[in-house]
């Protein structure tokens, strides 16, 4: 079974602190995602990865920063944290070949709190 | 850019049969799938459909009409582990994945 890991189920910042969430993933994906959500608002991708260290802004990357240095891991970034960046934050990851690209596998979710 | 349209929310009863609607608006069209979410879980692949037509998988059934830009997933024989969150997701430009804002499913006994 596809297995994708994220570090951490609950996380408690200060506002303007660095916050690091890791993702990783067992099954050799071409392709990873990070999105966010929130009630009412579904998912929203803020940034994913074709390759490693390639990434391509979502459409909510501002206040966040990806890194992929290994084709198994993807992080997020929050440079300094803000209130409104309190949310679950959901990992996924995908193949690039045929027959699975329409199915994205999910992480169980970092839900953040910012204070 | 992108949009989805699903229902907020959707009551059945246990053993009925529900249909929740998605349609949507993008460029690059490649796909559309479902994914259940129960509170607290993560979100779990049911269905994707590239071409039109109907995709059956046990109680769950997913369709798909290009043309219409429309699909929906039909839930049979409904139970009460079937309460959760439904989201249906365009794929678009082969590899980007854009998801409506989910309907609640609520199965009454």
């Known amino acids: 079974d596809v297995k994708v890991t994220q570090s951490s189920r609950y996380l408690v910042k200060r506002t303007g602190e660095k916050v690091f969430l890791e993702c990783v993933q067992d099954m050799d994906h071409e392709n990873m995602f990070w999105y966010r959500q929130d009630p009412g608002l579904g998912l929203r991708l803020i940034y994913f990865s074709y390759d490693v260290k390639m990434k391509e802004k979502g459409d909510i990357p501002e206040g966040y920063s990806v890194s992929r240095e290994k084709k198994e891991r993807f992080s997020l970034i929050l440079e300094s944290a803000s209130t409104n960046q309190t949310s679950m934050y959901l990992c996924?990851?995908?193949?690039?070949?045929?027959?699975?690209?329409?199915?994205?596998?999910f992480g169980e979710g970092s839900r953040l709190t910012v204070l | 850019g992108q949009s989805l349209e699903q229902p907020s929310e959707v009551t059945a009863v246990e053993g009925a049969i529900v249909q929740i609607n998605c349609t949507y608006q993008t460029s690059g069209f490649y796909g559309l799938s479902w994914y259940q979410q129960h509170d607290g879980g993560a979100p779990t692949f049911l269905s994707y459909n590239a071409l039109d037509g109907l995709e059956e998988t046990g109680r769950f059934s997913s369709f798909l009409s290009r043309s219409d830009s429309y699909g929906y997933l039909l839930l049979q024989e409904l139970q009460m582990k079937d309460s959760a969150s439904y989201f249906c997701?365009?794929?678009?430009?082969?590899?980007?994945?854009?998801f409506g804002s989910g309907t609640k499913l609520n199965v009454k006994p």
């Open positions: 997701a365009v794929q678009y430009n082969f590899n980007k994945f854009y």
């Open positions: 996924a990851s995908n193949p690039s070949g045929t027959g699975k690209t329409g199915e994205l596998f």
